[in-house]
Structure formats: C-alpha cells, structure tokens
T-cell receptor, first 115, second 114 residues
Framework: DTAVSQTPKYLVTQMGNDKSIKCEQN?????MYWYKQDSKKFLKIMFS???????INETVPNRFSPKSPDKAHLNLHINSLELGDSAVYFC??????????????FGEGSRLTVL | AQSVTQLGSHVSVSEGALVLLRCNYS??????LFWYVQYPNQGLQLLLK??????LVKGINGFEAEFKKSETSFHLTKPSAHMSDAAEYFC????????????FGTGTRLTIIP
C-alpha cells in the first residue's frame, strides 16, 4: 500500500489554465504538507495543514489554494497557471505533537509542466 | 534565519571509495537535523536524523552522520560507495522538537564512477 499518494504524476497544461493535484495519506498522520521542487532541485515548503487547519502558509501567490477536506487528504488547486509554476510538487505527511520528530513521509511527486 | 548549507552541488566518487557529503547549519539553538535521499523520479526518503541524542547517527544503506556543534556541521559519510547510492541528497533541519517546518539545503547530486 502506498503511504502517501499523489495524482496525477504528470500534468502538462497551457498558461492560464486552472489545475488541481490531489494527495492522500494512509499513515494516520495529523499533518500534511505541500513542497515545491524547482528545476534546480531546490525544495521549498508551501503549505502545511494540521488536522484540516492551515498552520504554515509561506509566501506563495494566492493563485495557489490548498484544501484539506479531512486529515488524510490535502489537495492543491492552482489558478491561472504561469510558466514559472512548472515544477515538481511533493505532498508529505508527518505525525504531530509528541510523536513528531520532524521526519516527513513524501509522495512520489507530481510534475507540472506549463506551456 | 535558520538555514542549512550544503557544500558542493555535485560530488563524484569511484565505486568502493569513501562518500563525504557536507552540511553546515546555522542556528542559535541546535536543531533537529536530517539527511534525505531522492532517487531519480521519486520522492524523498529519510536516511537518518539527529535529535539531540547520540552525536554519531547511523542510518539506512550504510550511511552515517556526525553532529559537531563546534563546527555547526552534520556531514554524511559512507565508507564504501555503491552504484545504487547515485542520487540527490538533501540536508534539512527544523527548529527543534515539535517544530513541523523542515527547511532543506540545496541538495548534492552524488555520482558513482564504475
């Protein structure tokens, strides 16, 4: 069973379109994250949710909107896509509170290409 | 601001040789430190972590790292490189216990020469 799964794995779209990436974890974790990895492999946190509540919101354009319908799911919706949004987006999860030692469990990534 | 710095974006070693990947951190308080590995077209996987216990930390696949407060370093080593070690390696840290924001270094691509 895949612990953290993301769909789709690959996404090619035109500038100006709106797209979503979905993430689900079956680890029972309370906290989920979205990270962006650019073409130089640099990883930067975008958002973090704890039990459906937003706890980290880095400096990300408001075209990016995360949604957490329950603690096992964290989706990322992107409006008006731009060329610079091309990247690999990673979902991750971790336990929270006393069980959290900082280890994240990552999905395999969703490669977004904006043409 | 807390950060980690990885020296060398690319490192090449011969199969069987020592692997040394460098990471330095800046923080007024020793954070939790991590090494993650990313194989091609995959997500990141934890190699090992330092959480204020033993300063020499052993991880998976024969890797280990030593926390040196005096040098603010957490370098990753493996005595003998294997072809399967070729990957991207990331040093990361957070602010300490319960801090859920991991900050990653810029990564080091390890190439193994047959």
């Amino acid at each position: 069973d895949t612990a953290v799964s993301q769909t789709p794995k690959y996404l090619v779209t035109q500038m100006g379109n709106d797209k979503s990436i979905k993430c689900e974890q079956n680890l029972g974790h309370d906290t989920m994250y979205w990270y962006k990895q650019d073409s130089k492999k640099f990883l930067k946190i975008m958002f973090s949710y704890n039990n459906k509540e937003l706890i980290i919101n880095e400096t990300v354009p408001n075209r990016f909107s995360p949604k957490s319908p329950d603690k096992a799911h964290l989706n990322l919706h992107i409006n008006s896509l731009e060329l610079g949004d091309s990247a690999v987006y990673f979902c991750a999860s971790s336990p929270s509170g006393g069980a959290n030692t900082g280890e994240l469990f990552f999905g395999e990534g969703s490669r977004l290409t904006v043409l | 601001a807390q950060s980690v710095t990885q020296l060398g974006s690319h490192v090449s070693v011969s199969e069987g040789a020592l692997v040394l990947l460098r990471c330095n951190y800046s923080s007024s308080v020793p954070p939790y430190l991590f090494w993650y590995v990313q194989y091609p077209n995959q997500g990141l996987q934890l190699l090992l972590k330092y959480t204020s216990a033993a300063t020499l930390v052993k991880g998976i696949n024969g890797f280990e790292a030593e926390f040196k407060k005096s040098e603010t370093s957490f370098h990753l080593t493996k005595p003998s490189a294997h072809m399967s070690d070729a990957a991207e390696y990331f040093c990361a840290h957070n602010g300490g216990f319960g801090n859920e924001k991991l900050t990653f270094g810029t990564g080091t691509r390890l190439t193994i020469i047959p």
